[in-house]
């Protein structure tokens, strides 16, 4: 696969990528991130909102929260690249996701491990549940976040939005 600084990925099981990412570096990540277009189709178009701003968005919701759920400041780096496998397998829609089931998720998961492996981050464990829940939390509030902003139609109900902590948490962003 060629990502947009002219850098190949070769395959995306585990020894390829720990060969390839070296090669392509933060910037070549990055500019695969910024040119990945979220919402597709539908959506902005990729030069007014990406996966990076995404990223980005979701990371400063965390700074705003974290006091208030006590999360760990050290969940930061994992909130803000949670979507970094983008930048090498692009945003897969929800829909698209949920037919395909586990093997995608593993081939994320994979790409995971490589990409923490590649910026020095330890992986998560499966049994941390608050950053698991950090990141979840803060992406799904994003994501409300860019629907009323482009005034798009959601996969979950607007209920969510409309009563409990989900309200008082976007009020305060």
């Known amino acids: ?30 500019r695969a991130l910024t040119e990945e277009r979220r919402f597709r189709p539908g959506g902005p178009p990729a030069d007014q909102y990406n996966v990076a701003a995404h990223c980005l968005l979701t990371g400063l919701i965390f700074l705003k929260l974290r006091v208030k759920y006590r999360w760990e400041m050290n969940y930061l780096p994992y909130v803000m690249t949670h979507d970094l496998h983008e930048a090498l397998l692009g945003d ?3 829909p698209l996701k949920q037919h395909i089931g586990g093997r995608l998720q593993e081939v994320e998961r994979e790409v995971d491990r490589a990409l923490y492996k590649y ?28 629907a ?10 607007w209920k969510d939005i409309e009563e409990g902590p989900v309200k008082d948490d976007l009020a305060a962003l």
């Open 119 to 146: 910026l020095g981050l330890i992986q998560p464990g499966p049994g941390d549940d608050g950053l698991e829940h950090a990141i979840r939390y803060c992406d799904r509030l994003a994501l409300f976040l860019e």
């Open 92 to 94: 897969t829609p929800n």
């Open 148 to 157: 009323a902003e482009w005034r798009m139609a959601l996969e979950v109900s």
């Open 1 to 30: 696969m060629k990502l947009h600084n002219n850098r190949w990925i070769s395959g995306f099981d585990t020894e390829s990528l720990e060969r390839d990412l070296p090669a392509v570096g933060p910037l070549g990540l990055v």
